[in-house]
Antibody
């Protein structure tokens, strides 16, 4: 069974930094592409970032230069380092596995507010 | 403004068949396969249809997908109250080098 569990969300001031994590079981983060998708309160889904099994990374224009996706093979965990946070980054952040986003975690809420 | 266009709402009565459309362009739907996700209230999204027409194990055959050119559709037949949810289409965009989602369609069972 594939299980993804996100942690690390919370309240952060504008301009601050936060790292959210996604602990994965049932698949390995290095053999699958892994993505981050976010959902602002009451809004739709927005893709944020992707890391392919080979290590190539891609970002949405809205976060390029501020967010960094990475993975730790030994912990089988996916990360999203978020810097220079803005109010519009407030959202539930989901990790999703696979090239068809077939498994999703339950999400972690990031609130950017002073 | 989402790259893929979906109607914001849809509705039907129990037993009815409803369809949800998803419109894109040659850089996304026109050149890649489409997935559909179901998001029940307060829950994470769940894969419903992948590769335009395929259902993951456990998804009832009341759900079906299709694609033609730069548009795709999700059909739900034998509508049941538990189908009340938000539905999103998604695909890869070759110009943006990323996933793109529709704005979501809220399905109401009357």
């Amino acid at each position: 069974e594939v299980l993804l569990v996100e942690t690390g969300g919370g309240l952060i001031q504008p301009g601050g930094s936060l790292r959210v994590s996604c602990a994965v079981s049932g698949v390995t983060v290095t053999s699958n592409s892994m993505s981050w998708v976010r959902q602002a309160p009451g809004k739709g889904l927005e893709w944020v970032s992707l890391i392919f099994s080979g290590g190539n990374t891609y970002y949405a224009d809205s976060v390029k230069g501020r967010f960094t996706i990475s993975r730790d093979n030994s912990k089988n965990t996916l990360y999203l380092q978020m810097n220079s946070l803005r109010a519009e980054d407030t959202a539930v952040y989901y990790c999703a596995s696979g090239e068809i986003l077939d498994y999703w975690g339950q999400g972690t809420l990031v609130t950017v507010s002073s | 403004q989402s790259v893929l266009t979906q109607p914001p709402s849809a509705s039907g009565t129990p037993g009815q068949r409803v369809t949800i459309s998803c419109s894109g362009s040659s850089s996304n739907i026109g050149g890649n396969t489409v997935n559909w996700y179901q998001q029940l209230p307060g829950m994470a999204p769940k894969l419903l249809i992948y590769s335009n027409t395929l259902r993951p194990s456990g998804v009832p055959d009341r759900f079906s997908g299709s694609k033609s050119g730069t548009s795709a559709s999700l059909a739900i037949s034998g509508l049941q109250s538990e189908a009340e949810a938000d539905y999103y289409c998604a695909t890869w965009d070759d110009s943006l080098n990323g996933w793109v989602f529709g704005g979501g369609t809220k399905l109401t069972v009357l």
